[in-house]
């Protein structure tokens, strides 16, 4: 009798499983519980964008650091670290500013996911020094 539970459990789990990939799981418009992409945006045409700010001096990640690609704007976290969504997937100007540090621009080609940035400072602790000003 044991064994015959046993079989009946197995064949109803094998049911509902198979009913699942059938019908789909997720519940969305579509059934697949997945939403279509744009039909004007290849699911390629964008990507994800990370990365790490840090200074070029010690290595410690800088947070609050303003990080721009193309038209999005983000800022580091308290470890230096970013995340910028949906950047489209060419060529793209990259800005990264912080007060403090000279500023780094340069172009992002279109198969680079993963920025890592090391600043350097303009002045002696983080003071600014005017220009000509001898280094101490």
């Not at 969305?28 to 700010?53: C, H, I, K, L």
Request: aromatic content about 6%; charged content about 10%; some cysteine.
């Amino acid at each position: 009798m044991g064994v015959r539970l046993a079989r009946r459990g197995t064949q109803w789990l094998a049911a509902v499983v198979l009913a699942a990939l059938a019908f789909g799981c997720g519940g969305g418009s579509n059934g697949g519980g997945t939403v279509p992409p744009d039909e004007d945006t290849p699911a390629t045409a964008v990507r994800t964008v990370t990365g790490f700010v840090g200074n070029a001096t010690t290595g410690f990640g800088l947070s609050a650091v303003t990080v721009q690609i193309g038209n999005a704007t983000t800022q580091t976290g308290t470890n230096g670290l970013f995340t910028l969504r949906d950047v489209p997937r060419a060529d793209q100007t990259v800005t990264i500013t912080a007060t403090g540090y000279t500023p780094q621009t340069f172009t992002l080609g279109p198969s680079t996911d993963t920025i890592n940035v090391r600043l350097v400072p303009t002045g002696v602790g983080g003071i600014e020094q005017p220009p000509g000003a001898p280094n101490l």
